[in-house]
T-cell receptor, first 116, second 114 residues
Framework: NAGVTQTPKFQVLKTGQSMTLQCAQD?????MYWYRQDPGMGLRLIYY???????DKGEVPNGYNVSRLNKREFSLRLESAAPSQTSVYFC???????????????FGEGSWLTVV | AQSVSQHNHHVILSEAASLELGCNYS??????LFWYVQYPGQHLQLLLK????DPLVKGIKGFEAEFIKSKFSFNLRKPSVQWSDTAEYFC????????????WGAGTKLIIKP
């Protein structure tokens, strides 16, 4: 049981390049998330997918797109990378939405992205 | 909109000192409260959570947190810290219009001097 797996772990991009961060979870969770973490700003939600087939913008969606490929996989794409997108990206999942006690979020190990 | 405030961005303590990290949130309705920890080079892990019932919640590694509804607070405590507690600690809240989305505090970096 690997939990949440994301790749790549490290990536350096040139401004204007595109790339996709991959994420998969093996916990049969309905909801998946992409966050970015920047110093002094905590975690900010980029996009989320409440359930398979749906995606919604979070707090900072500009410059990103997502695809919920199936229940397990949720990818994040940077179409034209900018230095402001240098950050640590975390994929996460949770069992279901709502206020139930099952809504603990589980995180992947992070992807360190540098845009030069 | 909801917000979460963690008052101390950096805390430095000696081993065996007592710890209290503050967390306040802005929503007045029913909330779920979380503390996550991120050890150096690792991903975030759940430390403890409150959904209902006893407002004093015990988590892993000797941590506890108390939900005080009247103060909109969910402070994290540990009676005696260890060097291995060096990490960044995040408070998070969901409830009301953010329902299953977590609203995160900015984090507190805790450094324990051996």
């Amino acid at each position: 049981n690997a939990g949440v797996t994301q790749t790549p772990k490290f990536q350096v991009l040139k401004t204007g390049q595109s790339m996709t961060l991959q994420c998969a979870q093996d916990m049969n969770h309905n909801s998946m998330y992409w966050y970015r973490q920047d110093p002094g700003m905590g975690l900010r939600l980029i996009y989320y997918s409440a359930s398979e087939g749906t995606t919604d913008k979070g707090e900072v969606p500009n410059g990103y797109n997502v695809s919920r490929l199936n229940k397990r996989e949720f990818s994040l794409r940077l179409e034209s990378a900018a230095p402001s997108q240098t950050s640590v990206y975390f994929c996460a999942s949770s069992e279901f939405k709502g206020d139930s006690s099952g809504n603990t979020i589980y995180f992947g190990e992070g992807s360190w992205l540098t845009v030069v | 909109a909801q917000s979460v405030s963690q008052h101390n961005h950096h805390v430095i303590l000696s081993e065996a000192a007592s710890l209290e990290l503050g967390c306040n949130y802005s929503y007045g309705g029913t909330v779920n409260l979380f503390w996550y920890v991120q050890y150096p080079g690792q991903h975030l892990q759940l430390l403890l959570k409150y959904f209902s019932g006893d407002p004093l919640v015990k988590g892993i590694k000797g941590f506890e947190a108390e939900f005080i509804k009247s103060k909109f607070s969910f402070n994290l405590r540990k009676p005696s810290v260890q060097w291995s507690d060096t990490a960044e600690y995040f408070c998070a809240v969901n409830g009301g219009d953010s329902n299953y989305q977590l609203i995160w505090g900015a984090g507190t970096k805790l450094i324990i001097k051996p």
